[in-house]
């Protein structure tokens, strides 16, 4: 069977040149290692509907969707609120993601902060994995 893999890049700062995609050519090749070859790249701006549409068009024809940006403190990274809309779930506190950002905060010797903490705000029953050289993925 081939694997259908497709790539969503998410970000303002990718669509006005502003910063140059070098991640999609990490996935690529860390596929290209298991054997998945990248079928269609689509790069979009931070717009929640935008976001979530696609999200919902490219999921239809993918076995694996891999999203990229917007998962962080900023008021622009909508990927989490745009991945439950998509999935018909809410957003909650994922225990692992807190977790996972107290220690980040420790090793700072940091505050957590609230947008910091929006970080650890995924989609319900969201399942956080680790996978080889790449942080994380969530899979709903």
Same mark, same amino acid.
């Given at each position: 069977?081939?694997?259908?893999?497709?790539l969503l890049l998410t970000g303002n700062e990718l669509m006005n040149g502003?910063? !140059?995609?070098?991640?999609?050519?990490?996935?690529?090749?860390?596929? %290209? *290692? !298991?054997?998945l070859n990248v079928r269609k790249k689509v790069t979009i701006a %931070? *717009?929640?509907?935008?976001?979530?549409s696609e999200i919902v068009h490219l999921s239809q024809e993918s076995d694996l969707l891999i999203i990229?940006?917007?998962?962080?403190?900023?008021?622009d990274d909508l990927t989490s609120q745009a991945l439950a809309q998509a999935?018909?779930?809410?957003?909650?506190?994922?225990?692992?993601?807190?977790?996972?950002?107290?220690?980040?905060a420790e090793r700072r010797s940091a505050q957590l902060n609230q947008p910091n903490?929006?970080?650890?705000?995924l989609p319900k029953a969201a399942i956080l994995?680790?996978?080889?050289?790449?942080?994380q993925w969530v899979s709903v």
């Open positions: 069977m081939n694997t259908r893999v497709n502003d910063v !140059i995609d070098t991640n999609s050519i990490m996935f690529a090749e860390q596929l %290209d *290692d !298991i054997g %931070d *717009d929640l509907a935008l976001l979530q990229n940006g917007g998962l962080g403190p900023t008021i999935c018909g779930v809410t957003v909650e506190l994922n225990p692992q993601a807190h977790a996972h950002l107290k220690v980040w903490l929006k970080q650890a705000y994995s680790p996978m080889q050289r790449v942080v």
